[in-house]
């Protein structure tokens, strides 16, 4: 079945530090891969995408390169700020899977000044 | 636009008590899903409806049931809570069932069952 692994967190971090969070996914087909983000007490939003090999996905600064040959989604900003602080999913949806998402467990952020 | 909206926001259950959360969205989506969030272990569907009059099992169906009660509105039945069903629950919702349409989520409802 399809799965998403993430690193573990809390990631810790000062202001404009730069900022990896790692994501690698096991799925059937030509999956497309989404970054979400959960800033406190609230849903989640879409942060980015990408629906197929060597895709570059961006937003706000973060962005995110399907890596087909390594199964890899790493997310990256070159300078984290305070208001970034929240815990961010990647996820997963597979072909023919309809729009089910499946959900790596999520890893913290913290940005400290 | 009020996006996806749940309620209650918080609600605590003694073993056994039934309750029911309510979802709505307001952007003339066809798809809703109900999933579940617990530490450790990311997201997980526990129903979806693809359209309005269809609802079909996700990945941790058991104990729960739903309505798609019109194409705003979608809810989830616990009928006999237990213990292991506390969790934060999400409802979103997408345009249709493509694998490459957003899906927007509520705000959540933190379930805690005594």
């Known amino acids: 079945g399809n799965s998403v692994t993430q690193m573990e967190g809390p990631v810790t971090l000062s202001e404009e530090a730069f900022l990896t969070i790692n994501c690698t996914y096991t799925?059937?087909?030509?999956?497309?891969l989404f970054w979400y983000v959960q800033y406190p007490g609230e849903g989640l939003q879409l942060l980015l995408k990408?629906?197929?090999?060597?895709d570059k996905g961006s937003n706000k600064g973060f962005e995110a390169t399907y890596r087909k040959e390594t199964t890899s989604f790493h997310l990256e900003k070159g300078s984290v700020q305070v208001s970034d602080s929240a815990v961010y999913f990647c996820?997963?949806?597979?072909?023919?899977?309809?729009?089910?998402?499946?959900f790596g467990t999520g890893t913290q952020l913290k940005v400290e000044l | 636009n009020a996006g996806v909206t749940q309620t209650p926001k918080f609600q605590v259950l003694k073993t056994g008590q039934s309750m029911t959360l309510q979802c709505a969205q307001d952007?003339?989506?066809?798809?809703m899903y109900w999933y579940r969030q617990d530490p450790g272990m990311g997201l997980r569907l526990i129903y979806y409806s693809a359209s309005e009059g269809t609802t079909d099992k996700g990945e941790v169906p058991n104990g729960y049931n739903v309505s798609r009660l019109n194409k705003r509105e979608f809810s989830l039945r616990l009928e006999s809570a237990a213990p292991s069903q506390t969790s934060v629950y999400f409802c979103a919702s997408s345009e249709s069932l493509g694998n490459l349409n957003e899906q927007f989520f509520g705000p959540g409802t933190r379930l805690t069952v005594l």
């Open positions: 996820a997963l949806t597979s072909t023919g899977g309809g729009n089910k998402l499946t």
């Open positions: 799925a059937t087909g030509y999956p497309s």
């Open positions: 952007m003339n989506h066809n798809s």
């Open positions: 990408a629906t197929k090999a060597d």
